[in-house]
């Protein structure tokens, strides 16, 4: 599977159970965005992830891989990236974007550069900017400028 045209949508991050169902940590809008969603993976073939239930509260939904039916082969996917292509997402209006587009992007405070955009981060509490010198910022209140390619944080 090539990341070309792959957009992340979660990670598994733990075996659940005896039955090889795994915990996933989804980077979707909305969890149950995976009833839908055709997930590929270098570990599994897309017809065999299942959804099973969202976890309330949470952006973590169970799930389950065909052929990975006990704990220990379920903890085998520990760290296992989810894709979707790119293309099954909805289309956005003008002042809209994915993330994903933001990779790269560079980050301003105060008139001055202090970083690169590597990547984004949520541990419970908003969107995080992961930046490229190791640094993290808060991505809640910035100003993302598409056409100079720069997101503005306070």
Do not use: C, W
Not at 44 to 52: A, G
Request: aromatic residues 10%.
């Amino acid at each position: 599977m090539s990341k070309e045209n792959k957009i992340l949508v979660g990670k598994i991050v733990a075996p659940q159970g005896i039955r090889g169902d795994v915990r996933v940590q989804t980077y979707s809008d909305k969890p149950d965005d995976f009833r839908v969603f055709k997930v590929q993976s270098t570990k599994f073939d897309t017809n065999d992830f299942r959804f099973i239930r969202a976890v309330p509260n949470s952006t973590v939904i169970i799930a389950h891989i065909a052929g990975f039916d006990d704990r220990n082969a379920a903890e085998t996917l520990r760290g296992t990236e989810l894709y979707i292509d790119r293309g099954t997402l909805p289309e956005l209006s003008s002042d809209e974007y994915y993330q994903t587009d933001l990779i790269g992007f560079t980050v301003m405070r105060d008139g001055e550069k202090i970083g690169t955009v590597a990547g984004f981060q949520n541990f419970g509490a908003g969107d995080i900017i992961e930046l490229d010198n190791g640094d993290y910022v808060s991505f809640i209140g910035a100003d993302v400028d598409m056409a100079t390619k720069t997101i503005m944080v306070k």
